[in-house]
């Protein structure tokens, strides 16, 4: 059967795109709706109503054809077609209309959402612009600057803006259908609207544009394409209809070439492939209702407050009431964030607050169907708790922690199930941080591993699954480039230095500066417990233990690798004079270092680690790393990360 058919409600024609998941627009498609035209076209109903079956309207080009020879009809020109028909066609639009999506519905002469639809260009975040008319009909129908920022930021925006802004013309509230069949015969019996192509385009006066266009890219970074996204639409301003049409596919075809727009592509297919294991293969996860969560701290609150916010009842434990008293209190100032930023209403939070207990007694776990511990990093406080677990819980439970760098075999075997023991490592902060690396000790049983899986759906986190060693992957790779930097630093360069070529290869801060702001005791604390296993030939750098010995532990205390006196990180000729003279100590003549030389090593750090994981089979793919990487610390997506960098 063709993906796109034909029905007629009375003389309305509805043309329905059935292409799951997402009715991307591929050739099928694509050729299908070319077929519904000239057919209309030559029936003659009043008008055309455009809908899509499944979960939602046309999420978009088919990026799986990207990489393929380009077949017949292309989009732009199916588009420029549907938006010369010479019958009314309505775009009814539910679930998510965007980029491809989004064009075609700009093609047609109207368009309806449902209350839940969303719009827009994301494009940017495949390194592209919008190829197929969006930077050249958008302007022409909305204001530009808003026009602008959708292609700019990629941001969709949700129905009740879309009419506000004009891309609606109006939001069904009840069954979209027979909202769009009636605003159908409604456009049937008035003039044609003039095609966006054809209309003028708005003037924007210049130091109104450069202003908007300079805040809306100013978090492009690195990143190509939303200046490219800026200059399609300042072409579309400056040009007729038909000619920015043509500069817009130039530019689209020639980024959709660059290496960005594959490192882009590569990673959206990675982050929605990695979570998966052959394992788990109709393996049905363990019921997921009630989370139970030992330890209110930094960590434990953010988790609670993951869950919460996702429909989870939790009951957390502490050491004893005050402390449970100071948990709900972190938990509450995290809500308490959500309802003030309007992201959750007065109703949702209380009722959130009715789904959360805070006590100090394990027997109130009875219920649990899965427990996160998330205590002090001691691993005789860990097994304690699981022995506390394993007493209070009911014997399917799951039991999870939430260890940065400790051996969870060694807290599996302390329990007389092993096999009901995982890892789900979060990052801080945790209600915010997409991943959770899932840690896959030996003993785990495949239910609990799918239940883990399924937790991370639940909780809208993107999950790794990783081997048990040291800091699994992303600690394991950042504990060693932060070696690597402190290498650097006895080798000649200064910790602004290492920073800044971070910043400029693309992170979002270099590794002193969030070594500071998370704390340096953390990496104190690590490196104490290993300096008993650690062999006697490897290099070791004392200067950070020198810094944490003043008591100095970054922003907390004022002052760590850089003085805070401000709040404002800036160089400490203390730490600096301390790096030289260790330098001086050790017999190291220091070298002058560029930014290439600087990031050649922290990224060939980062990619040899990467490759001991893969061999030792602690990330099953180079995915696993780049996705982990990405969104750890912010490696730039537009690099893809450590590993497909190298190629390997
Ligand atoms: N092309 C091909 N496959 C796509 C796709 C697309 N545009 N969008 C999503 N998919 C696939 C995913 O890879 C996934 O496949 P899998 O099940 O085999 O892993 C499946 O559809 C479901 O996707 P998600 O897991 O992401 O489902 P969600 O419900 O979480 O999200 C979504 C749905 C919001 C549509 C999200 O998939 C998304 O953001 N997609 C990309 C949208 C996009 O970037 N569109 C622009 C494309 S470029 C373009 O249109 C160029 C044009 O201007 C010419
Ligand atoms: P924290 O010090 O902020 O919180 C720990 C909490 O555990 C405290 O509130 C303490 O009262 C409570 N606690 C200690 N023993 C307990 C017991 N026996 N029963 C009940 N509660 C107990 O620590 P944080 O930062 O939240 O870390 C917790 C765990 O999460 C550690 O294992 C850490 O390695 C890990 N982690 C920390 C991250 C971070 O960025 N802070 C990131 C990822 C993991």
């Known amino acids: 059967m063709s993906v796109v058919t034909t029905q007629m409600h009375g003389d309305i024609a509805v043309v329905t795109i059935d292409n799951p998941p997402v009715n991307a627009a591929s050739q099928a ?146 069954d979209l259908l027979e909202a769009a069949v009636e605003l159908a015969k409604d456009a049937a019996d008035k003039p044609m609207r003039a095609p966006l192509l054809t209309r003028a385009a ?7 544009w450069d202003a908007a266009i300079s805040k809306l890219t100013a978090k492009a970074r690195g990143q190509n394409s939303p200046h490219e996204a800026a200059a399609a639409v300042r072409d579309a301003l400056d040009h007729d209809g038909p000619a920015a049409l043509k500069l817009e596919r130039e530019r689209f075809m020639r980024l959709k070439g660059s290496p960005q727009s594959a490192a882009l592509r590569y990673i959206f297919f990675a982050e929605r492939t990695v979570g998966k294991s052959p394992r788990t293969k109709g393996v049905a996860p363990r019921p997921l209702a009630q989370i139970g969560i030992i330890g209110g701290g930094t960590m434990g609150a953010g988790i609670a407050a993951a869950a919460l916010l996702s429909g989870l009842k939790v009951q957390m434990i502490e050491r004893n009431q005050d402390a449970a008293n100071a948990g709900a209190a972190r938990v509450e100032g995290i809500l308490g964030g959500s309802l003030k930023r309007g992201l959750i209403t007065e109703a949702k939070h209380d009722a959130l607050h009715a789904n959360f207990e805070a006590a100090s007694d394990y027997a109130e776990l009875g219920e649990a169907d899965l427990v996160i511990e998330a205590v002090f990093e001691d691993m005789d406080v860990k097994k304690e708790v699981f022995a506390a677990l394993e007493a209070a819980c009911k014997p399917e439970a799951v039991l999870a922690t939430n260890t940065s760098y400790l051996d969870i075999n060694e807290i599996a075997a302390s329990v007389k199930d092993p096999s009901r023991v995982v890892g789900l490592h979060f990052f801080s902060p945790a209600h915010i941080m997409k991943l959770l690396e899932i840690v896959v000790p030996e003993a785990l049983a495949d239910d609990v591993l799918a239940t883990a899986i399924q937790f991370a759906k639940i909780v809208r986190k993107l999950p790794v699954l990783a081997g048990v060693c040291d800091g699994f992957i992303a600690n394991r790779i950042m504990s060693s480039y932060r070696r690597e930097a402190d290498y650097l630093l006895e080798d000649g360069a200064l910790p602004y230095e290492v920073d800044a070529a971070m910043r400029n290869f ?23 417990r290993r300096a008993a296993t650690r062999p006697a030939s490897e290099r070791y750098v004392d200067i950070p233990d020198r810094i944490c010995k003043q008591g100095n532990f970054g922003r907390k205390t004022g002052r760590g690798w850089y003085l805070y006196d401000d709040g404002k990180p800036t160089r400490d000729p203390e730490v600096e004079a301390l790096i030289i003279s260790e330098s001086a100590r050790k017999g190291i003549t220091r070298k002058k270092f560029t930014e290439e030389e600087l990031m050649a090593r922290i990224l060939g750090c980062m990619q040899n680690e990467g490759a001991a994981i893969l061999s030792e089979g602690i990330a099953a793919s180079r995915e696993d790393i780049d996705v982990t990487m990405v969104n750890a610390f912010g490696f730039p997506r537009w690099k893809g990360g450590p590993m497909f960098m190298k190629g390997a």
């Open 29 to 174: 498609v694509r050729q299908g709706l070319m077929n519904a035209l000239m057919a209309t076209e030559k029936s003659k109903p009043a008008a055309v109503v455009l809908t899509c079956a499944g979960r939602t309207f046309v999420a978009g080009a088919d990026i799986r054809e990207f990489d393929k020879p380009f077949l017949e009809p292309g989009l732009p020109e199916l588009l420029n077609a549907i938006e010369s028909a010479t019958r009314p066609w309505i775009a009814a639009i539910h679930g998510t209309a965007l980029g491809g999506g989004c064009e075609l519905a700009l093609a047609c002469s109207h368009r309806i959402g449902a209350a839940t639809a969303k719009i827009g260009l994301p494009e940017v975040n495949l390194g592209l612009i919008p190829g197929a008319g969006g930077t050249v009909r958008l302007p022409r129908l909305i204001d530009p600057i808003d026009a602008a920022r959708l292609a700019i930021t990629g941001k969709p925006i949700g129905a009740r803006e879309a009419t506000k802004l004009g891309l609606f013309d109006a939001i069904a509230e009840g």
């Open 202 to 208: 708005p003037e924007v006066d210049q130091a109104t």
């Open 506 to 528: 693309g992170m979002p801060m270099g590794i002193f500066e969030m070594q500071d702001l998370a704390g340096l005791d953390i990496g104190w604390a690590a490196r104490k």
